[in-house]
Nanobody, 125 residues
Framework: QPQFVESGGGLVQPGGSLRLSCAAS????????IGWFRQAPGKEREGVSC????????SYADSVKGRFTVSRDNAKNTVYLQMNSLKPEDTAIYYC??????????????????WGQGTQVTVSS
């Protein structure tokens, strides 16, 4: 069954860094954009970042711009999210999903498939 498996979350102090991984299983993600989303307790899921199929184009939510960097290694069928200068408000479960397009542009969840179980990121002192 096609799915993503996210990993790399954990507890980190404010100002710290984490690198999340998103490994595709049961399908190849070469020709599709991949989005990262997060959901904090009591809040709606929000789009965080997206990387196009070839990895050349990326987009970020304003709240993470300049701190997070998305990348992909199609040979490893994996997408990454490097998160630096983490803040308590970054605390959430982080998910990745396959966009039904090679291009980024919007995080309407209706355009994404194969959601993983997520990985918890907690930023706290």
């Amino acid at each position: 069954q096609p799915q993503f498996v996210e990993s790399g979350g954990g507890l980190v102090q404010p100002g710290g860094s984490l690198r999340l991984s998103c490994a595709a299983s049961g399908f190849m993600l070469d020709y599709k954009a991949i989005g990262w989303f997060r959901q904090a307790p009591g809040k709606e899921r929000e789009g965080v970042s997206c990387v196009s199929s070839g990895g050349r184009d990326t987009s970020y939510a304003d709240s993470v711009k300049g701190r997070f960097t998305v990348s992909r290694d199609n040979a490893k069928n994996t997408v990454y999210l490097q998160m630096n200068s983490l803040k308590p408000e970054d605390t959430a479960i982080y998910y990745c999903a396959l966009k039904l397009s090679p291009f980024c542009g919007g995080w309407d969840s209706m355009n994404y498939r194969y959601w993983g179980q997520g990985t918890q990121v907690t930023v706290s002192s």
